[in-house]
């Protein structure tokens, strides 16, 4: 699909989008109600979970876990959980700036990866440091406790992680004579990405899907490429991204994506499961996609290979993060909630869960039960969380630089010039970081 600059209009922000850090600042500000004592009728310290719906399996999992939990602590402890329907993409965020408002968080609160700074910055969760010993942290994976970490702290953790890949369809890169990286040394630069995209695009096929959704799955995905040509969104410590997101390597990231984009190699608007219909020869896809293709499309003839480096010695990464426990400044109990923690993120219940999910566990010890991590496709997720993976960026701004980077990408991708759209995207930022946060 060409898109002509001329006549480009700007995508509009969703009115909706009030910032999560002016909601949790008002609230701070203004004094909230007093919090609910959470003791039930039979004297046990009752402790709520709040987390998305997900899928039959792991709701099972948790009626499981919570059910053995609750029988194990008869007398002392009640472990119950609310699953939040998130009917739009701001129902769960909706409901927890309500509670945050009138002073009634849960105990633990399941939040996205690269929120976790957000809620720490703002004191609405507390640092778990301590509510785990040194080896158990010794065998939670580096990618997970980066993500959570903010100010030196661990503020969350969770069961499983992330990672993103080029997946391709065999036969469409045996069809073209295109040749499949095979180690980590040989992954496809930036042209020969480009190239390969452009060779495998014809009638009814493009030749690639570079875009997961045009939410959060944007700065998720495309980050890794101002990683790779030696920048980021944001410096190292969150405090700024004029100068990052919109500093040349950035901007040329963004051009780089937007020429698949006007080339035609890439569609702005993918059709649902584009790859897996055989409508796109490539795909930056999540592992999950892995279960998704061996169960729903056993046919397809795919394989998976390294996330695309910038060119000359570009730097080879991967996404990661997932969603993961915080404990909230309204919490009670913390011994409780220690117990808590301490189960739900154990080695076997981190291992079925992501057993459950079909994700990677966050637990190197999980990785002995979970054997499929050891052959391929699975293992070059492992590979890539183990030694190329980077967090989103931990920043106080990041509900700010999420939405403000998905509207500059999208704007591009319609013609706007991309430094243009960047550096209004690093003026928001700044804004919001130098309002609520810098000292």
Request: net charge negative.
């Amino acid at each position: 699909m060409k898109v002509s600059k001329k006549g480009a209009v700007k995508v509009k922000k969703r009115a909706v989008t009030v910032t999560l850090t002016a909601m949790m600042m008002s609230c701070l500000c203004a004094g909230c109600g007093q919090v609910k004592e959470r003791v039930n009728e039979k004297g046990e310290s009752v402790i709520t979970v709040w987390s998305p719906t997900d899928e039959p399996a792991i709701e099972e999992w948790w009626i499981e876990k919570i059910n053995a939990f609750n029988a194990e602590h008869e007398g002392k402890i009640h472990l119950q959980r609310e699953a939040i329907v998130r009917a739009d993409s701001y129902a769960y965020e909706d409901k927890i700036n309500a509670a945050i408002t009138s002073n009634d968080l849960p105990d633990i609160l399941f939040v996205d990866g690269p929120t976790v700074s957000v809620y720490a910055a703002n004191e609405i969760t507390l640092p778990i440091d301590d509510f785990f010993t040194q080896a158990d942290w010794d065998d939670f994976l580096d990618s997970s406790k980066q993500q959570n970490t903010y100010d030196g702290r661990i503020y969350a953790i969770g069961a499983t992680e992330s990672s993103v890949a080029l997946y391709y369809n065999a036969d469409m890169l045996a069809e073209a004579g295109i040749r499949i990286p095979e180690s980590k040394e040989d992954a496809w630069t930036w042209s020969e990405f480009y190239e390969a995209a452009k060779k495998l695009t014809r009638d009814g096929v493009v030749g690639t899907n570079i875009i997961m959704d045009k939410g959060e799955g944007l700065p998720y995905v495309l980050e890794q490429f101002w990683i790779s040509n030696g920048t980021d969104l944001v410096s190292e410590d969150g405090s700024k991204a004029d100068g990052y997101i919109n500093s040349p390597e950035g901007i040329e990231a963004a051009e780089f994506l937007n020429s698949l984009i006007q080339e035609g190699y890439a569609n702005i608007d993918p059709i649902q499961k584009e790859f897996h219909n055989e409508r796109a020869a490539t795909m930056l896809g999540g592992s999950w996609e892995v279960a998704t293709l061996e169960n729903d499309y056993p046919d397809l003839n795919w394989g998976v290979t390294y996330f695309p480096v910038a060119d000359n010695g570009g730097m080879l990464t991967s996404p990661t993060g997932d969603w993961v426990a915080s404990v909230t400044k309204n919490a009670q109990d913390l011994e409780a909630v220690k117990e808590v923690m301490n189960y739900l993120f154990s080695e076997e219940n981190v291992t079925t869960y992501a057993q459950a999910i079909s994700k990677p566990p966050t637990r190197k010890s999980s990785y002995d039960v979970l054997t499929e991590y050891n052959e391929y496709p699975r293992s070059l997720f492992k590979e890539q969380l183990m030694e190329t993976g980077h967090p989103r960026p931990r920043t106080p701004s990041y509900s700010v630089l999420s939405a403000e980077f998905s509207e500059a990408m999208l704007n591009i991708f319609t013609g706007v010039d991309a430094a243009e759209a960047l550096n209004a995207a690093a003026a928001a930022t700044d804004k919001d970081y130098n309002k609520y946060y810098a000292e």
